[in-house]
């Protein structure tokens, strides 16, 4: 059998030294390639914890996280940082774009520091994912002359950047007004169907997760349902107004 | 471009205020470092100079006359002798055509000759003044201490019965050009001269007691019929006098004195002004160091989001740490060049400033290409240095940390 992209087993994270807080007690699942998946749960209940060890940002504190089959545990500092910048991509709620830099720039951040040095492929690479987030007449700018659509649909392409096989997005659209949040939603929708990149979406909006294919309800650091969302055809910016959102 | 450049360079950029601070702050350092250096090394220049006007590198004498004990200095009985050091003549360097020619031999020397030194009166009329007669080869000597070039009246001809004497002499005894004078050595050996030139060579002593007469008149005045009494050598790098002086003297046999040794004094003030330069220079450096590693740090506070995203992408820790080593070097770098125009300009206003009645300034500067090299290799390691803190820090960064509370 082929090993599943990302597979969780018996994770648990602790936080503090003197007064231990369990954030995580025994999280297990896995992830396939191409799914689209939704993390949703109240505030405090671990998401970010969650998505953090999904992103190999950080360790658990006991339990396994076997990317591809790879126990991601023996792998040193150096090795986890290549392993996450080809594999995983990040869009952030604060579209965390470098402000010294121009959305193209910023696109070709990853590979850059991936390789180490530009060339006109890169850039190609970068300007055409530009083009698909419908930026193509944004590129040269600052980001920070940018909108908040605009920007996180630079985040996006920036996720891509790598054509990672998984792109975590914490609260992508929390920021955004809704016809940009959909925009921004679309996209993601359109890379996952095109390239076959798996996504796993945190977010509160219970709109948005009925979108996904898959969700995974966290409380209080456990996984109280995981279970298939909607079929992905809401036309939402009108559904929700009707409030004809939820399950 | 690689990574690390592209990242440090518009880092740089877009810090304006903060970065055009800190290449004033290295330019003002480098700045200091390149006047003072300038200034104290001219200074030293033309104090050597001037000392070496009126000398030789290196005088070559025979070695005093000393009886030789009968008993044997190391021998086992203890014997208490008083042996008395004899009043020193005036003696011929033995075989001093063969010593000139192995001098010559001696790497690092670059002219020699041979003189005769001694002392006789001057007299004109009922005058009567103490000099020292200098029986020179006129060619060679001039290659040696320049006195051509500071002949105030006449020329420097000593053929035959011509001799030239210093400013003092010729004031105190009323000599002018053309006038003749007897030089009277010990043992009623007396000659009458004419004055070809007076020279001022800037030494009261020198231009008080000196007389250039040519090397057979000093032979036969100084009763060294044949003879020399010094060899007077000069040598290519001044601060290699004293190790060539010693080598010449064990090739030799003859006592070397080089101008080193007979001016301590002078080398011990340029030392001690060197140490001090040196310690203001490294307070400068620690000073330019402190202001390019506190800029970097509060850079990498106010970048640590930037900085954690960047790892969050993958950014392997050594290209981060790299970006700001790259940016400490170049602040270091520019600030160093802009530093270098700010002291070169520093300096020649200096000089500028107060000038010698001949026109030369009073403060020499010495500006090299070496000094600023030198001023700006210094800098940049000092950057690179700087940043290594800061980088560190920045390399500590938890990307999870800064995600969440950024």
């Avoid at chain 1, 505030?43 to 950080?58: F, Q, V």
Wanted: aromatic content about 6%.
């Amino acid at each position: 059998m082929d090993d599943p992209l990302l597979r969780l087993e018996d994770v648990t994270k602790d936080y503090g030294e003197r007064v231990v807080t369990r954030v995580l007690h025994g999280i297990s699942f896995t992830l396939s390639s191409g799914g689209f998946t939704a993390l949703i749960g109240p505030s405090g209940s671990g998401k970010s914890t969650l998505l953090h060890l999904l992103g190999l940002l950080d360790r658990p504190t006991s339990g396994r996280i076997l990317l591809r089959g790879c126990d991601t545990g023996e792998l040193g500092q150096h090795a986890l940082g290549r392993l996450r910048g080809r594999t995983i991509g990040f869009v952030f709620q604060f579209h965390h774009l470098l402000p010294a830099f121009t959305a193209v720039e910023n696109v070709m951040m990853p590979i850059l520091a991936d390789r180490g040095r530009a060339d006109d492929e890169m850039r190609g690479h970068a300007i055409g994912l530009l083009e698909r987030v419908g930026l193509a007449d944004r590129m040269h700018n600052r980001v920070t002359d940018l909108s908040g659509g605009q920007q996180q649909r630079v985040a996006v392409a920036r996720a891509l950047s790598m054509t990672p096989a998984l792109v975590l997005a914490d609260e992508p659209t929390g920021n955004l007004d809704t016809q940009s949040g959909d925009q921004v939603f679309a996209l993601l929708r359109q890379f996952n169907r095109e390239q076959g990149t798996a996504f796993l979406i945190v977010t509160h909006d219970p709109c948005l997760a009925a979108r996904c294919d898959r969700i995974i309800e966290l409380v209080d650091g456990r996984i109280t349902s995981d279970r298939s969302g909607g079929d992905g055809q809401w036309d939402s910016a009108s559904d929700r107004r009707d409030g004809r959102c939820g399950d | 471009m690689p990574f690390e450049w592209i990242v440090a360079i518009r880092y740089l950029r877009e810090g304006r205020a903060q970065s055009l601070l800190i290449l004033a702050g290295v330019a003002v350092g480098v700045g200091i470092i390149v006047f003072l250096s300038a200034l104290i090394s001219g200074l030293q220049v033309s104090l050597i100079d001037r000392t070496l006007g009126t000398q030789a590198h290196i005088v070559l004498r025979r070695p005093d006359e000393m009886p030789r004990p009968l008993l044997e200095r190391d021998g086992p009985v203890a014997v208490t002798a008083h042996v008395e050091r004899p009043a020193q003549r005036l003696r011929s360097i033995l075989q001093w055509q063969q010593v000139l020619d192995s001098v010559e031999r001696m790497p690092g020397v670059v002219a020699l000759t041979p003189t005769v030194t001694g002392s006789a009166f001057a007299r004109q009329g009922t005058a009567n003044r103490a000099v020292l007669i200098r029986g020179v080869d006129p060619a060679g000597f001039l290659r040696i201490i320049d006195v051509g070039s500071k002949i105030t009246a006449g020329r420097f001809d000593i053929t035959g019965t011509d001799a030239v004497v210093g400013s003092e002499l010729a004031a105190a005894l009323g000599l002018t050009v053309g006038d003749k004078i007897r030089l009277s050595a010990p043992d009623d050996r007396s000659e009458v001269f004419t004055i070809r030139g007076i020279f001022d060579i800037g030494n009261k002593d020198a231009n008080e007691r000196w007389v250039f007469v040519s090397l057979r008149s000093g032979q036969t005045l100084l009763d060294l019929i044949g003879g020399v009494s010094t060899i007077e050598v000069k040598v290519a790098d001044i601060f290699s006098a004293e190790s060539i002086a010693q080598r010449l003297s064990a090739r030799t046999g003859l006592e070397a004195d080089s101008w080193m040794k007979t001016n301590t004094q002078l080398l011990v003030g340029l030392r001690s002004q060197n140490t001090s330069s040196y310690m203001i220079q490294l307070f400068v450096i620690i000073a330019v160091a402190l202001g390019i590693a506190s800029v970097l740090v509060v850079s990498v506070v106010q970048k640590s989001r930037e900085i954690g995203i960047l790892k969050a992408m993958g950014t392997p820790t050594r290209r981060i740490i790299r970006v700001f080593l790259i940016e400490g070097a170049l602040v270091g770098l520019v600030g160093s060049v802009l530093g270098v125009a700010l002291g070169a300009g520093l300096s020649l206003f200096f000089a500028s400033l107060a000038k010698n009645p001949d026109g030369s300034p009073t403060f020499p500067v010495d500006l090299n290409l070496a000094l600023f090299l030198r001023a700006s290799i210094i800098a940049t390691i000092t950057g690179v240095v700087a940043a290594a803190a800061p980088a560190h820090r920045a390399a500590r960064l938890d990307p999870v940390e800064v995600i969440r509370y950024g």
